[in-house]
């Protein structure tokens, strides 16, 4: 069983920062690719930033220049450092994984975290 939570997101004022983190549990052999996703309501969940096992990044051109990801392979831990918030960065974010367990490699995703950019 492999479990990816969330964590870090919150009310935010427009122009602050917010730095989310999502942590792989359970049985993890290794984990691949990475992502930070996001949604809002009606609408379809778009991806924000994207890293692979070696390091290659995209991000969406909405977020270039404000949102750095990152990652620790040694914790199982994703990172997005969001700065520059804006009032449109607001949505549900959720990590998504592609990881090598026990039954070989699967697809997972997080339960979310909502971030809020408000004044």
């Known amino acids: 069983q492999v479990q990816l939570e969330e964590s870090g997101g919150g009310l935010v004022q427009p122009g602050g920062s917010l730095r989310l983190s999502c942590a792989a549990s359970?049985?993890?052999?290794?984990?691949?690719?990475m992502g930070w996703y996001r949604q809002t309501p009606g609408k379809q969940r778009e991806l924000v930033a994207h890293?692979?096992?070696?390091?290659?990044?995209t991000y969406a051109d909405s977020v270039k220049g404000r949102f750095t990801v990152s990652r620790d392979n040694a914790k199982n831990t994703l990172y997005l450092q969001m700065n520059s918030l804006k009032p449109e960065d607001t949505a549900v974010y959720y990590c998504?994984?592609?990881?090598?367990?026990?039954?070989?490699?699967?697809?997972?995703w997080g339960q979310g975290t909502q971030v809020t950019v408000s004044s």
């Open positions: 998504n994984a592609d990881i090598w367990t026990v039954g070989g490699t699967g697809n997972y």
């Open positions: 359970g049985s993890v052999f290794s984990i691949h690719a």
């Open positions: 890293i692979t096992s070696l390091g290659a990044i």
